[in-house]
């Protein structure tokens, strides 16, 4: 359809980000004096020293010889006092603080408190070595060593002598420190260094001075027509860290750019403003921006090709941060935040793994989730009835297409009081939940932090009588903002006390007296949206940084901190509900370091273009990288009308992400896929059915990920971290430790696209068992990608398990019999893993659960051998897991609860010759047939393939088959 210019421009305005709503860091008073800093720094060149320095005299190392503490000094202001801790733990990495000592206030220094589970053990191997110069520790079994400089302070982290991780080492660090009003600004000074060698240009006492003919705001700032006051004055921090042998940079969710993070500085700049770490209710965001976004992690991972090394900077104000590459083998960064201490951790690596594994120990690893969360979910704004929910579901049946969970959003609160229905529109809650539950499926309901100020609203009023409630600047009543339902107030997280009242509200079966939501059951999960918090008339839409928390914490100290608190007391809330506990489902739009231990997040307000389906890609694996991995992006894109195409390339997107649903807007037109007409209709349900027969990938890679920390969806260089030619692939990507390689399409027109295999091993096509062959240098090779077809190969050297049978929900497949895949590697072996529990309680973590370790390898010249093992027992009653080790113990019921579940079909794929002869352990007959092919020593082509149907082995049982050939 042709429409006028005008029209285009104008719808093309309409969807955007209005970016005037958000600030540039040129407009924020602390981010520009930090940058003005590095500007002055730069143009200093040699001549430029950092001020700070450690006194010797007074290093004091602790008498379990693991940590050590000094009083730094600083030229530019000798009356103010900072101390240095330093801390070597056992796994390898170090914490470096330094804080303000009996300064005018205190700066905030609890964001540890609440993002970390608790700081790792003590090393109690570390020796501190102190000269003159410099302190430094070796770890002589790793090699590597932490160092020290006095003069100016100068950390660095060190592998075999070399440098890989340096704080201070461009000058840049700067705490700015609480002062009064009306002190006078001191203008720049020019001075000698100590050794009289060179001169110094220091930055000015007060930073109002930092800058010919501008001022950036230290007190008072205005922007968007509101004034943040700062009543407490100036408090920054800048900070450079640079990695000088790592070339690549990952990490510091959530932004809408590549995985590799482009430069912000210099002339070869992607952008000309840092990355934001701030949560923000973004609408319509760009899908390529250094915007803040919903969610903030402070954490980085720098990477080579001789190791990885990450740097988690523990603070949970806004911060922004510059990325520069001054080579293609160094990386640097400085990190300008709003208030808060220096808390810096240094994960060694040297190995991706090591890395998740070193942050997994401070934050947590990623929560075992529900069975029926990794399924399919429908959503939209809005089911408007119980009747529709029912239709919808009928809808979905009628069509043999399977669906878990069914999703309800604001509307169905009477004027967004949540946690009370609409009389008109959902007359019987409980009813309707039970005939979704009826299918073995589950309803999420949304919950936002906002709650309407109505003494009507017992909610409300409960929390306000409580004294449970944000304050304004004051100190005095209750924070009012502007949400959903208009005049609203927010609960504060930050007092425990709100944590045992939100976790009453959600008894289904009375609360002492007190309100409860009578009107849900147990069978009902929760969506914390808005939780940036986002307040329509706050500046930058968001609240006030003024107000005020418990303790008396102003909220710019706290802000990216505030969303995982909700999403945290809300999963502590359904965890309870029921008495022995059961697994929470909570999905949250705002996150910070920690929030994988309490849900799933989303990408947010995405739009239905082809941009941003493909940027959603990279979105969650750098959402992964820093421990959420529990993420997708809505089906679709939320806002805007896909057409067929895009739609069906989206849902395919979709079911290889961790979170797969699909989600619209109220304006948009309904998309469910049972009103698609043939053949997308079709093409979409055999995208839903395929996620169902992976269901078991998917729940064994989420277990792998909640004991070690690795991503459930890996990048290229995470698998293959010496080559060099993956390192900024983000376009595909491994599935666990699967074997099975996604790349999918996220472009229009696309029939075939294009893999990189880094190996020289072959690569099955999941559909057709086509081999690809890769090489030792890593090699481009072209998969057909028609429209019906999702380019999904299998690493040679896997075991796939299925589960073939459709279902109408995941629930009813818990007795199904399984099928494994066997892709044999260019050695003719192969290996995978499967991992059962119950999939809704905690069991598990005594051992109810089911493990085994499936694998294919010659037993003779002319034979093969496959086994089904018992991970638990070949680990002298361990789970063994990446290098963590669970301890089991006890009955194991589950087990038994599934002991009549077998393999029905077994596909060997690669094998050289037909078979004479195949028989199991127990001399017993199988039935198969075999169609020749290529095998895995030999080219490419469609492989051979070997199908054994109903080998009556058991899942839980020890077994082999002999394969004589």
Known sequence: MWLPLGLVLLAAEALAVKRHDFKTCDQSGFCKRGRALASRAKEAASTWKSPYSVDPSSVAISAQKSTFTASVLSSLYPEIKFELDVRAHADGTFRVRMDEVDGLRK?????????????????????????????????????????????????????????????????????????????????????????????????????????????????????????????RGPQSLSLD????????????????????????????????DPYRLYNLDVFEYEADSEMALYGAVPLVHAHGVHSTVGVFN???????????????????????????????????????????????????????????????????????????????????????????VLWLDIEYAPNHKYFIWNEKTFPDPVPMFNDVAAYGRKMVVIIDPHLKKDNDYPVYKSASEKGLLVKPSSGQGEYDGWCWPGSSAWVDYFNLASWDWWQGLFKVDGNNGDWHWKDSTTDVFIWNDMNEPSVFNGPEITMPKTNLHFDGWEHRDVHNINGMLFQNATSQAVKYRTDPPQRPFVLSRAFFAGSQRFGAVWTGDNLGTWEHMAIGVPMVLSNGIAGITFSGADV???????????????????????????????????????????????????????????????????????????????????????????????????????????????????????????????????????????????????????????????????????????RRSSALMKKDPFTLRIALDAAEEASGDLYLDDGDSYLYEAGELVWRRFNAAKSGKSTFKITSEDLVAINNGQNVVDGAIVPVSGPNAFKESVSAVRVEKIVVYGLKAKPSKITLANGGEVEWDFVAGTSAKSGEGVASALTMRDPAVRITEDWSIEITL
């Not at 001191?186 to 930055?203: F, I, K, N, W, Y």
């Not at 459930?712 to 698998?719: K, S």
Request: net charge negative; hydrophobic share 35%; glycine share 8%.
């Open 107 to 231: 700066r905030y220094d609890e964001t540890s408190k609440w993002a970390l589970v608790r700081e790792p053990t003590l090393s109690e191997t570390i020796t501190w070595k102190q000269t003159k110069k410099e302190i430094k520790a070796v770890n002589t079994k790793s090699g590597v060593e932490l160092k020290v400089q006095f003069e100016p302070l100068r950390v660095a982290l060190l592998r075999n002598g070399k440098e890989e991780v340096v704080i201070n080492g461009k000058g840049l660090l700067h705490m700015e420190h609480f002062r009064l009003k009306d002190e006078e600004p001191t203008p720049p000074v020019e001075g000698q260094a100590q050794d009289d060698s060179q001169t110094v240009l220091q930055p000015p006492v007060n930073p109002t001075a930092w800058f010919e003919g501008e001022q950036a705001a230290v007190w008072d700032e205005t922007f968007g027509g509101q004034t943040d006051t700062k009543p």
């Open 241 to 272: 860290i640079n990695f000088p042998t790592h070339g690549h940079i990952y990490g510091i969710p959530e932004h809408a750019t590549r995985l590799d993070l482009p430069t912000t500085t210099g002339e070869n700049a992607k952008y000309s």
């Open 314 to 404: 523990a603070i949970g104000s806004e911060t922004w941060v510059d990325v520069g590459h001054p080579s293609t083998e160094s990386t640097e960064t400085q990190w300008i935040s709003e208030s808060g201490i220096l808390d810096v951790f240094l994960l060694p690596g040297p190995t991706p793994e090591d890395v998740f594994r070193q942050y997994a120990r401070l934050t947590g690893t990623p929560v075992m989730p529900r069975h029926f969360a990794l399924a399919y979910h429908q959503c939209r704004w809005n089911y408007i009835s119980s009747s529709d929910v029912r239709e919808v579901q009928s809808r979905f049946d009628a069509d043999d297409i399977p669906f878990d």
């Open 636 to 806: 679709g894109g939320f806002f805007g009308n896909p057409d067929i195409e895009m739609l069906v390339r989206w849902y395919q997107v979709g079911a290889f992400a961790p979170f797969f649903r699909a989600h619209a807007h109220i304006d948009t037109k309904r998309r469910e896929p049972f009103l698609l007409s043939e053949p997308h209709k079709s093409m979409v349900r055999d995208i839903i059915r395929l996620r169902y027969s992976l269901l078991p990938v998917w729940y064994t890679a989420f277990r792998y990920s909640s004991v070690s920390g690795v991503p459930v969806l890996r990048p290229q260089y995470t698998v293959f971290p010496n080559d060099p030619k993956g390192f900024s692939l983000d376009e595909q990507y491994f599935i666990g430790n699967s074997g099975l390689l996604v790349k999918p399409v996220t472009a229009p027109g696309v029939t075939q696209t294009t893999v990189y295999l880094a190996e020289a091993q072959p690569y099955y096509d999941y559909f057709t068992g086509h081999i690809y062959r890769g090489k030792r240098s890593g090699v481009e090779v072209t998969v057909p990608a028609a429209l019906h077809e999702i380019p999904l190969l299998i690493r040679g050297g896997s075991i796939v398990p299925t589960r073939e049978r459709p």
